[in-house]
């Protein structure tokens, strides 16, 4: 086929690894309808952004992008300009982007993405702009064709929306309901996966503990752990988000049965004071939140534990701040996500009165940093000497003469090696620990 005359699209995306899972299927889909990609926005004939609501950076981020765009669609009127994802769910973004950004063509939500060839095919027909957002979806659309950016390493949906409704966030208002996907469909993904050649898989959804709850016959996540395990071919699982209130013992019990669950554990604690975790709606206190973690150290000794922070929660006081940097030390994070704290419109803490002015806020983030970057290079300083499992990604991004990859901690590493160890799992010898990554070298 002439390439030439192919349609070429380019999908821009923000936010979690939720988001760039739907970017994956977003392409797939296009790439099903015959376009190819471009990184290039002046020959593209489809430009999507896929947008996060989760902080207002995110945000104003995708409205400077957009704002860059006018000047590329006066130059190509025939461009089609689609925005998605998290942000086209709240209706005063959709009102802005009418009102403000009347380039854009369509607009579509989280929960229609299988609606795109259709989209494109009305926008096609009609010229004006269309809005297609849905509030919610019971359904799950299952086979949606895929463009996976790793051909060894993949996401894999287990559940979509969330139901704790944090008081901070906005991702419940955005993603709807929790639902599982049922296991059969699942495991089917992961042994289609697995006859590709993929050797890993990262399990996603907003609070993956809760896992099956509500499915007509009950799973829990950790049986579903276990069925996964069984997946001949596939080395490696890895799954993300686990909410503290509910991991279960049971879980606890599977990561040390089951040999390919990766021994890392992103578990976000947000803040250490009870006070302010009350006002979060998070459902667990500090010392449980400790307990907790001596339990998984206890059980499994060499896991590595990460986490979300988030600093200047309204009525955040210098002790509770305190509170915060006690559960890090007690914990010894191997990394974190540290975030200040962002107002989002709609969601209860945004009404709160008590607003952390952004200087404390800053000064408080930047003591919690110190202490993270401190502990992070001691947990990693503990790694010098020691042999690790390493899935080779990529070549490294900052020394072309370098390999990176992931250990099974999830932990980044640079060492020599030949590109053609990509995708495959090599033994490295730790020789120097910084403090976000470690230096090795490939043993036999
Ligand atoms: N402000 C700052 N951080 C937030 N997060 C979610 N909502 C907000 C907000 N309004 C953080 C939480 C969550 C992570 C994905 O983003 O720490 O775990
Ligand atoms: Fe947001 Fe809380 Fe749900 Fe996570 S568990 S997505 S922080 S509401």
Redesign the pocket.
Known sequence: MNNTNQKKYLVVTWG?QMNEHDSEKIEGILESLGYISTSDKEEADLIIYNTCL??ENAELKVYGNLGELKRIKRENPNLIIAVCGCMMQKEDVRKVIKEKYSHVDIIFGTHNIHKLPELIEDHDQKMNMLVDVWNDSKEIIEDLPTKRKYDFKAFINIMYGCNNFCT????PYTRGREKSREPKDILKEAKRLSEQGYKEITLLGQNVNSYGKNLEEKVSFAELLYMLNDVEGIERIRFM?SHPKDLSEDLIDEMTNCDKVCNHLHL?F?SGSDRILKKMNRKYTKRQYLTLVDKIRKAIPDIAITT???VGFPGETEEDFEDTIEVVKHSKFDSA?T??????EG?P?AKDKDQIPDDIKHTRFNRLLEVLKEISLERNKNLIGKEVKVLVEEISKNDSTKLSGRTDTNKLIHFEGNESLIGSIVNVKVNTAKTWTLEGEIIE
Request: charged share 15%.
């Open positions: 979690c989760v902080r901070y966030c906005i991702v988000t976000p947000q979300d922070i988030i996500f975030f200040l704290y962002s107002i989002r969601t803490a």
